[in-house]
């Protein structure tokens, strides 16, 4: 459909939605579905002490500060290491791989409960032009998604 701005070719293309989520800090009190908080407690939907630590003393205060200041980086890291797992996956050198393809990157970044920050991602793979340009013949879901 034109008229929603999306050329035609884009939609076919092999696209992975992942979500990137930080380690553990340390148990935070939450709502585990039916189940009571590991504090015992039933927290009500909007409880102040949801997504704050268990137990102050132990929390890795310092780890979720570092996260938080690194994501940016870390996100970084991500989409070269991604890159070189592709060309593994598809038998290429790096170069090869670039020059066959691209990896377009679209993220929103949202603070959890706790206050760590994660990220939902589009991946998709491209023609080596871009967007209108449909992805080489290796490029495939299942490699995406291994990758
Ligand atoms: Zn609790």
Redesign the pocket.
């Known amino acids: 459909d034109p008229a929603k701005g999306t050329p035609e070719t884009i939609r076919d293309h092999p696209r992975v939605f992942a979500t990137l989520t930080a380690p553990s800090f340390g148990p ?3 709502r585990p579905g039916n189940r ?6 039933r ?1 009500a939907e909007d ?1 102040p ?2 997504g704050t630590p ?1 137990d102050p003393d132990t929390y890795d205060y310092a780890g979720a500060v570092l996260w938080n200041n690194h994501a940016s980086e870390l996100w970084r890291y991500f989409t070269i290491y991604l890159r070189r797992e592709i060309a593994k996956r598809a038998g290429l050198t790096q170069k090869a791989a670039r020059e066959q393809s691209r990896v377009s990157f679209g993220k929103v970044a949202e603070y959890q409960k706790r206050g760590a920050v994660h990220f939902h991602a589009v991946i998709r793979f491209d023609g080596p032009a871009g967007p209108d340009d449909p992805p080489p013949a290796w490029a495939t879901l299942d490699l995406l998604t291994d990758a």
């Open positions: 935070v009190h939450n009571p908080c590991r504090c015992g407690t927290h409880a002490e949801l268990l």
